[in-house]
């Protein structure tokens, strides 16, 4: 199989060009949907052979759905990467040797954080699954705010050996002032009418189903509580601790930090309500 490449990206020249360089592996036809970056990140795709557009980003959803709808592609199956994603040489083995026209209508990719230099390992949160490779026309993203993920609309799911490696090499500043703005689609995406479709919750479905049943159970739980049960569960229960000083940080900081930022920022809301 050799499916076209599409890749979103802002302000991403330190992590693009290692992306790219994978992506080059497993096709010929790279598209960079660039959210009008004012460092190289044009400059670089192009050096790559990518084909750039630029389009307004509003969230990942809608700007991965535009892509969708938008973008020429020539082959019949697409992947979908973040600019701070490369693959691995397994998951380029895995992908080269689908065929052309295989049973299922996409596949479920591993997916590593690396933090601070450091790839986390544990926690029960690395890896995580995503739909990032699908045929055309089967898969699309869902309409959320946050913690959006594509789904597939007809055909079933596999999944691909190998993993691809998420890294952060942002600043604490610019990362802690994103999950700040994350915490806001959350709890609009919590207090607002869902439409749309969205992954169906399955505790024994694939992977993205059943964290989406694991997370209305968290989402049930009492807030202020819950963020500190789940940073013991992963941090503790999930051995999270083996991830060292880094994982420290970052379980700190991505479970009970944002988790707590979030049931806060629902009770003020929910506070303006009654006044």
Same mark, same amino acid.
């Given at each position: 199989?050799?499916?076209?490449?599409?890749i979103?990206?802002?302000?991403?020249?330190?992590?693009?060009?290692?992306?790219l360089?994978?992506?080059?592996?497993?096709?010929?036809?790279?598209?960079?949907?660039?959210?009008?970056?004012?460092?190289?990140?044009? *400059?670089?795709?192009?050096?790559?052979?990518?084909?750039?557009?630029?389009?307004?980003?509003?969230?990942?959803?809608?700007?991965?759905?535009w892509?969708?709808d938008?973008?020429?592609?020539?082959?019949?199956?697409?992947?979908?990467?973040?600019?701070?994603?490369?693959?691995?040489?397994e998951?380029i *083995?895995?992908?080269?040797?689908?065929?052309?026209?295989?049973?299922h209508?996409?596949?479920?990719?591993?997916?590593?954080?690396?933090?601070?230099?450091?790839?986390?390992?544990?926690?029960?949160?690395?890896?995580?699954?995503?739909?990032?490779?699908?045929?055309? !026309?089967?898969?699309?993203?869902?309409?959320?705010?946050?913690?959006?993920?594509f789904?597939?609309?007809? !055909?079933? *799911? !596999?999944?691909?050996?190998?993993?691809?490696?998420?890294?952060?090499?942002?600043?604490?500043?610019?990362?802690?002032?994103?999950? %700040?703005?994350w915490?806001?689609?959350?709890?609009?995406?919590?207090?607002?009418?869902?439409?749309?479709? @969205?992954?169906?919750?399955?505790?024994w479905? %694939?992977?993205?189903?059943?964290?989406?049943?694991? @997370?209305?159970?968290?989402?049930? *739980?009492?807030?202020?509580?819950?963020?500190?049960?789940?940073?013991?569960?992963?941090?503790?229960? @999930?051995?999270?601790?083996?991830?060292?000083?880094?994982?420290?940080?970052?379980?700190?900081?991505?479970?009970?930090?944002?988790?707590?930022?979030i049931?806060?920022?629902?009770?003020?809301?929910?506070?303006?309500?009654?006044?």
């Amino acid at each position: 199989m050799k499916p076209s490449v599409i890749i979103l990206a802002y302000n991403s020249v330190d992590t693009l060009g290692a992306t790219l360089a994978c992506a080059q592996e497993i096709s010929d036809d790279l598209h960079v949907v660039d959210s009008f970056s004012t460092d190289d990140t044009v *400059a670089l795709s192009r050096q790559h052979g990518a084909q750039v557009v630029q389009h307004a980003f509003e969230n990942y959803g809608a700007q991965r759905n535009w892509a969708i709808d938008n973008l020429v592609l020539r082959y019949p199956w697409q992947l979908h990467l973040d600019a701070d994603e490369r693959l691995t040489p397994e998951l380029i *083995a895995s992908v080269l040797s689908l065929p052309d026209n295989p049973d299922h209508a996409g596949f479920l990719i591993a997916r590593f954080v690396q933090f601070l230099g450091r790839r986390m390992r544990y926690g029960g949160m690395s890896p995580t699954w995503h739909m990032r490779l699908f045929r055309n !026309g089967a898969g699309r993203c869902e309409e959320r705010k946050y913690d959006q993920h594509f789904h597939l609309s007809q !055909g079933s *799911a !596999g999944q691909l050996q190998g993993y691809m490696i998420d890294e952060i090499r942002m600043s604490l500043s610019e990362w802690t002032a994103r999950h %700040n703005r994350w915490s806001d689609f959350e709890v609009k995406e919590m207090t607002t009418a869902v439409d749309g479709a @969205r992954i169906r919750p399955r505790f024994w479905g %694939n992977p993205l189903e059943r964290k989406r049943f694991l @997370r209305g159970l968290y989402n049930g *739980a009492p807030l202020f509580v819950r963020p500190y049960a789940l940073f013991f569960y992963r941090y503790f229960f @999930r051995l999270g601790f083996l991830d060292g000083r880094e994982g420290f940080i970052f379980w700190t900081l991505q479970t009970f930090w944002f988790r707590f930022l979030i049931d806060a920022k629902l009770f003020e809301h929910r506070k303006s309500k009654t006044i």
